[in-house]
Structures are given as C-alpha cells and as structure tokens.
C-alpha cells in the first residue's frame, strides 16, 4: 500500500543511519552542506532509539543498509563502484554489499529448488553446496548434474524478498510524491516516474524466468564479442525462482591482485569493459544493467565473464541514435550539434534559445576535456549536464536512466583497473563508428528500406486509411451536443471526479 503509513518507514530511514553511526559517514561522503546536516540531524536523532540496530560486526554504511533492506542495499552497491564520488573508505565498506552479505539457510534454498522444479533435489544433483555468493535478492550454490555431470551455478531468490522489496519500493513512492508536493521545482524530474521505472526494473529481477530469457538474448547478441563469455542457461533446471546455468571459473573483478597474479593487463581490461558496455549499448540497444564487480569475473585466459541478468536495459533505435550523437558531439566538441540533438528530440522545450544552450553546454564539456586523463569522469559530466539541463526545463528521461547510470557503473568499474583511463579516447571509435551506420548514408536506405517493408504490410489497407483520413478532413465540426446531453456528460465527469477524490482520500489514509 503506498499510503501515509510510509511515512514511517522513512522515519526509520533516517534513525537507522543515526543509530548505526552511518549518518555522519554518509554527510561527510557527500560532503553535505551545514544546512542539510543540521536538518537531517534535526529529524534523526529524536528518532534514534527506533532505528534499525543492524550487525555491530559489519561497518557502519554497510550495517545500515543491510539493516535497512534490499532497494537500500541495491543503492549501496551503485554507491560502491564510485570511489570518486563517496571516497575510498566508504567505497570499500560497501564493496561488501555486492556479493558477500549473510546467507540464508541451504536447507531453505533446497526446499525452495524441489518445490519449483518438481523434483527432488538428489534427483537432479550428485553434490549441492553451501552459499558460494549472497547478494540482496539472491544467492547462488555450486552444483553438480547427475545427467552430465557438469559443474553449475544455481541461483536461489531469498524467501520472503517480493515482499520485503515491495515495502522499499512503496516507501519511495511516498518519497517521490512529497518531493513533488513540497517541491514544484523538482516536477521536471518526475521523480514518481522514476521510482515506477526502477518498481519495474525491480518486479523484473524478482521473476528469474524473465532473467533467463534476457541470459538468453543477450548471449546470442554478444557471442561473436572477442574476450567476452556468458555461462549457458540450463532451462530444464531453472523456473520462477530457481535459476540454473553453466558454472563459471574465473577471479573477481574487485580483486586486482588476484588479476595481476593470472597476468592478465588490467589496463586493456579496463578499456575492454567499457568498449563492451559501448557496443552493446549501442549497436544493440540490449545491455547488462548492473555491471558491477560483484557480476563480472577474470578467466584465467582473460576473457570476461558477465553475471546476473537480472536487470537488463533496452533503448530503442530512435533513442540510440540519439544518445550516440550527444557523446559523438561532446567528444568533437561541436556543442552546437548536441544542442541541436536535444531540441530535435524534444528533450529541451523548443522556446527555448538554442545558441544560449550551446553555449551553456561549451560551460560544462570545456573544463572536462582539459583535465587530465585521470581526473575526467563521465559521472561528473552527466552532473554539470544535469544542471545545465534543469535550467533549460529538460524533463528526467526515464528510458535513459538505466543507461545513464549504468554507464556510471562501468565507468567506476573500469577505473578501479586503471585510474588513468581517458574514457574519451576508449569511446571514441565505437561511437564513432555507430554514428557512421546508424547516422551516414547507408542507415538512410536501410530506413528506406524498413519503411517499404511496413507499407507493404498495409499495402491492401492503404486507399481505405488514405480515404478515411481524407473524409474525417474534409468533415466539418459536429454539432453540439444538446442541452440534456450535456448534462449527462456533465454529470457523469463530476461523478467521476468525486469518486476519483473519495479513492484518494482513502488511499492515503490506507
């Protein structure tokens, strides 16, 4: 229920962190101003006692979002691929949330893999294993098929998590509806659009069917990526929620020693990864959306091996094309076409001065192309373009947001190879080299070509469409209604509206 009760799920937010001395930790990650401090003070410490106590073992950040539950522990597992952006320490505490929190019981996941394939489990497996890895959703045991006797991954949702994940969520409807209530100014953001795409991306990784279709998918559109591997989907041993695929020997990405130790060069692996992000971005528009290190291994012959499907992003063509011309124009430096681009996509209200925003977008690419290689950051980029956005009125893109914060992700990911990566000079040639099919001459009869194919769908329909179009053209305005008419249709909208109102009422009071 996404009523006022939520409110109180947000109170204990804020206690919890105070409680777990996260509070202080996270204001100074984010380098809080003095006025936010002494409101987030303010509303935290009379409600203090009612925090969550969370693990006096785990680190503070880490013992307050564990506590908290699982959207905020997703939050912290973003948070912990941007040391750029909370700091080293407090990256490093929550490097733990990514695929070493606390278990729950075997026994537990073996009754829930016997209830959703229909079969015993020593039926199916010579040898089933403790947790090997548990993340805020799932976790996943090695075992063994007695069919073929192959090494496999089994991916096990925790018991009681659609529940537990549907509490977060609702709570953060309620957020983003006082937002939008006590702050006009944050409407342009749609912040309730936001939060119903993130329940979406969410109700999606609770449903590991839907996982290992997308698993599916996206091996077949990445099997020819040199360096690049994906562990195959066993679908005879794998349902709603129970997941199985092929086993994957590799190091971790968060362990740069251990990479070092296999000899594999961590500065074209940074590089590799981002490329890989790029490409499947954008010649595909079908991407991993949760490129964490905790969802990324090493082989040992230095391929790269992607992890969990569960949250997958899609852009379609037209919002590809898009995206790409806006980076192809920041690394050209041609502001003025990546001005163009947002009022041609209507990202910007076309009232607005077109060179005035050019020039807004020169503030925010210049002083970020004459860093240096280790201090340019995407995430920095997306910042001052979000400003310069906001005073023009652009509204929040959800179709982008996945995308722009999973290129965030990589990025983190990516730097923690290799701090002196110049991310430009690695996105370069793919972006490129999209805008050279997508954009040129070739794409100009592919869409050609795409568009005749349509046409012929409706061939036999066209001269009824055309006709029909033309009739209701040339048809002058109808009537008006008569009078009683219209006080039924009166009616009926004020019934409408009052109803809709009671429900309302009820629904914040529920």
């Given amino acids: 229920m996404r009523g006022i009760h939520n409110i109180w799920r947000l109170i204990r937010t804020g206690a919890t962190l105070e409680r777990t001395g996260a509070m ?13 401090r002494v409101v987030a003070k303010a509303l935290a410490i009379p409600f203090k006692p ?13 013992r307050a979002l ?17 040391p750029d952006v909370v700091g080293d320490e407090m990256a490093l505490q929550l490097r733990v949330l990514q695929d070493q929190l606390p278990p729950f019981d075997t026994k537990a996941a073996k009754a829930e893999v016997e209830k959703e394939l229909g079969r015993s489990i020593n039926s199916m497996f010579s040898e089933f294993s403790e947790p090997v890895a548990a993340a805020s959703i ?8 007695i069919s073929t006797g192959e090494d496999v991954a089994v991916k096990v949702l925790r018991p009681g998590i659609e529940k537990a994940f549907q509490k977060d969520v609702d709570a953060f409807y309620l957020a983003a509806r006082m937002v939008e209530l006590f702050s006009p100014g944050s409407r342009r ?24 279709s997308a698993a599916s998918e996206y091996a077949a559109n990445t099997k020819d990526d040199a360096g690049f591997e994906l562990p195959e989907i066993k679908w005879d041993y794998s349902a709603r929620r ?12 968060g362990d740069n020693d251990a990479i070092d130790a296999i000899g594999v060069d961590r500065v074209e692996l940074s590089e590799r990864i981002l490329a890989l992000f790029l490409q499947h971005a954008l010649r595909d528009g079908f991407f991993h959306g949760d490129m964490h290190q905790g969802n990324l291994k090493v082989a040992e012959n230095g391929n790269l091996i992607a992890l969990d499907f569960g949250i997958m992003g899609h852009i379609d063509e037209y919002t590809r094309r898009v995206y790409a011309e806006i980076l192809y124009g920041f690394i050209r430096k041609d502001y003025k076409r990546v001005a163009e681009v947002h009022f041609e996509a209507g990202y910007v209200p076309a009232d607005k001065d077109v060179d005035e925003f050019a020039r807004a977008l020169r503030a925010v690419g210049e002083p970020i192309f004459g860093m240096d290689a280790d201090h340019i950051s995407m995430a920095r980029l997306l910042a001052y373009l979000f400003e310069v956005t906001e005073r023009f009125g652009m509204e929040t893109r959800t179709e982008l947001i996945l995308l722009q914060r999973t290129m965030v992700v990589v990025e983190g990911v990516a730097r923690s190879l290799n ?3 110049n991310i430009w000079q690695v996105a ?34 066209l001269p009824a469409l055309v006709e029909a179009a033309l009739i209701r053209q040339s048809d002058t305005l109808p009537p008006s209604p008569k009078p009683f008419k219209r006080y039924i249709v009166l009616a009926a909208v004020l019934g409408a509206g009052a109803a809709t109102g009671i429900i309302a009422i009820f629904g914040a009071l529920g």
């Fill in 242 to 253: 129970v997941m199985t695929l092929g086993w994957a020997e590799g190091v971790s990405l």
């Fill in 24 to 36: 202080n930790f996270v204001l100074d990650a984010f380098e809080a101003p003095k006025a936010v």
């Fill in 189 to 212: 953001l749609r912040p309730m659009d936001v939060i119903e795409h993130f329940d979406g991306v969410v109700q999606g990784e609770l449903d590991l069917r839907l996982e290992s």
């Fill in 428 to 461: 370069a040639p793919i972006v490129t080299n999209y805008i050279t099919k997508s954009i040129g001459p070739k794409a100009i009869f592919s869409d050609l070509a795409k568009t005749a194919r349509v046409l012929s769908r409706f061939g036999p329909r």
């Fill in 419 to 421: 701090p002196q990566m």
């Fill in 66 to 82: 564990t506590a908290l539950g699982p959207a905020y522990i997703k939050f912290g597992q973003i948070l912990s691929t941007r």
């Fill in 50 to 62: 009612l925090g969550y106590k969370g693990d006096p073992n785990l680190k503070p950040a880490t």
């Fill in 138 to 145: 799932a976790q996943v045991h090695k075992a063994r098929l």
